[in-house]
């Protein structure tokens, strides 16, 4: 199992732009959770679904963010327009209901 | 909803000391309580776990308590090394919610 997979793993960009990150959560896991991560804040939960579905979103810092999930296999968080505060490393991770849960290894984003 | 308290929020120990990282949590509906160690610059990865129909696991140097009664359960960390040195957290989650909730994370040094 190759685990969750995210990508992509770094990512440089400027104020305004938007920003993608992507996340294949572990085969089988039926929940998938965003969170972001920064000294100053710790770790955040942003947003989790369970089976595709979003149970709650609310530590989505603001309607800059946005998180879908398509099928089981896929999830995106998208953040428009990207601001600087926005720089943080944002972990995905899955489990399986009342399961462990399994981070993936981050995307860390540089909002210049 | 629930709310995780950590302590201490550091903690420095010679190489081969005991450690012991405490948390409380404030709902009894939650009944599985995860600890993952954080290296710097990687993911969370989980290194112990209980459920709450148990009061104590252990997994070589590696022991969790639970204490249902108070609500609080602890990490111990025997015979300390310095590949021991991260962030620990610990975290909680409720019944049938997937939700966890994390602590604010312990920074473990251990000196040689």
């Known amino acids: 199992d190759a685990g969750v997979i995210q990508s992509p793993r770094h990512e440089v960009t400027e104020m305004g732009q938007e920003v993608t990150l992507r996340c294949k959560p572990i085969?089988?896991?039926?929940?998938l959770f965003w969170y972001r991560q920064t000294m100053m804040r710790g770790l955040e939960l942003l947003i989790y679904?369970?089976?595709?579905?979003?149970?709650?979103d609310s530590g989505m810092p603001e309607d800059r963010f946005s998180a879908k999930m398509p099928n089981a296999s896929f999830s995106t968080l998208k953040i428009q327009p990207s601001e600087p505060r926005d720089s943080a490393v944002y972990f995905c991770?899955?489990?399986?209901?009342?399961?462990?849960?399994?981070f993936g290894p981050g995307t860390r984003l540089t909002v210049l | 909803g629930e709310n995780v308290e950590q302590h201490p929020s550091t903690l420095s120990v010679q190489e081969g000391d005991s450690a012991v990282i405490k948390c409380t949590y404030s709902?009894?509906?939650?009944?599985?309580f995860p600890w993952y160690k954080q290296e710097l610059g990687k993911r969370p990865q989980l290194i112990i776990d209980?459920?709450?129909?148990?009061g104590e696991k252990k997994d070589q140097r590696i022991a969790v308590t639970l204490n249902k009664t108070a609500k609080h359960f602890s990490l111990h960390i025997t015979e300390t090394q310095p590949e021991d040195s991260a962030v620990y957290f610990c975290?909680?989650?409720?019944?049938?919610?997937?939700?966890?909730?994390f602590g604010s994370g312990t920074k473990l040094n251990v000196k040689p």
């Open positions: 991770a899955s489990s399986l209901p009342a399961g462990r849960e399994f």
């Open positions: 085969s089988g896991h039926n929940s």
């Open positions: 679904f369970n089976n595709n579905v979003p149970i709650d």
């Open positions: 709902d009894s509906a939650s009944n599985y």
């Open positions: 209980i459920r709450s129909n148990v």
């Open positions: 975290a909680a989650l409720k019944g049938n919610f997937n939700k966890f909730y």
